[in-house]
């Protein structure tokens, strides 16, 4: 299947193309989940107490592992799956019994979902005509949603004579025709090589931009949930974990799930214990010992600063820093067992004392010792229980 150039989608959105497209406000969608449940005839919980609010035009991520809920999620909303308790509304009406046809709602799916003997174009237009929409109307909705796409020259094409790309660009074309409230995009990318999926990450953003809908987009990719939302909900065990902007995640993870799953490489997280004394508080992790202001823990319940409490600390690879080896900074020992070259940077893996650590570093690193300390406006601090963020 021969891959092609893909056409940069900024020649083909004007406003001419997009004339039919556009949905007044009014048509637009605001989501609620309150409180749902969906558990399966099995007994398996595949979304617990879940609730979130996504506003109008919203680009919002919903990310995890596998079999975390994700597309049990946009299966309840899109009406194709039964909430088993709880609400779905749509602009503030329920629609936990209103059938898939009439919420204005479109998949996009992983698999594209293609008939593989019909053409680009008649794919584009299944939708249309099963509605029974007019001939001449299908047409320049096709036609314009094409161009849009930058898939004008392949609409007589079947399947199989496409690449990757260019049919997940007829599964969007078929998606925006029916002009929704809410795509709802199911790992539509997965399929496609590291290329193409920056290239169609860029083309869905291009979208989502220039059309007056809202977009849940489900993953497990960071790097799709961090470039492409506008908000990120991480979800785990079918539970709601944290929802806020990719920064506000990436920053401050309300919990150690978040904060080991965002993030490439995964944040170092160090069993360690705190310890008031003065207007200091003593840091042990790995049998070494770091000293922090007493003023960083304004807020935190003093029993974390007992000394008797669990407290997992949380550092990003980047956020580690490197010191002279003569340096007579507070510093913790560490011993390199490999690094890897990545260009512009290294990645570094060590012993921290019994625990391995991995750093992230711009300086040419050989196995060894090394002194490093922690950017500590950087450092998070978690429950070792609970696993909550205690700041």
Known sequence: MCMGEMTNVNKHIDSFSLKWYNISRSNMASLTLKNVYKEYDNGKKALSDFSIDIAQKEFVVIVGPSGCGKTTLLRLVAGLSKATGGEILMDGVVVNNVKPKDRSVTLVFQNYALFPYMTAYDNIAFGLKIAGMDKKEIDVKVKEAAKILGIESELSSKPRELSGGQCQRVALG???????????????????????????????????????????????????????????????????????????????????????????????????????????????????????????????????????????????????????????????????????????????????GGETITIKTTEQVTKGKLAITFDINKLHFFSAKSGRNIR
């Open 174 to 352: 078929r998606a925006m025709v029916s002009n929704p409230k809410f795509f709802l995009l199911d790992e539509p990318l997965s399929n496609l090589d590291a290329k193409l999926r920056a290239e169609m990450r860029a083309q869905i953003t291009e979208l989502y931009e220039k059309l007056d809908a809202t977009f849940i987009y489900v993953t497990h990719d960071q790097v799709e949930a961090m470039t492409m939302g506008t908000r990120i909900a991480v979800i785990d065990g079918g539970v709601l974990q944290q929802f806020d902007t990719p920064r506000r995640v990436y920053e401050h993870p309300a919990n150690k799930f978040v904060a080991s799953f965002i993030g490439s490489p995964e944040m170092n997280l160090l069993d360690s214990v705190l310890k008031k004394e003065g207007d200091k508080v003593r840091l042990t992790t790995c049998r070494q010992k770091l000293y922090l202001p007493l003023e960083m823990f304004e807020g935190v319940e003093e029993k974390f600063l007992s000394g008797n409490i669990g407290v997992t600390i949380g550092i990003r690879p980047e956020d580690i820093i490197i010191l002279p080896k003569t340096t007579d900074a507070q510093n913790l020992k560490v011993n390199v067992k490999n690094s890897e070259f990545l260009g512009n940077q290294m990645l570094v893996h060590a012993m921290l």
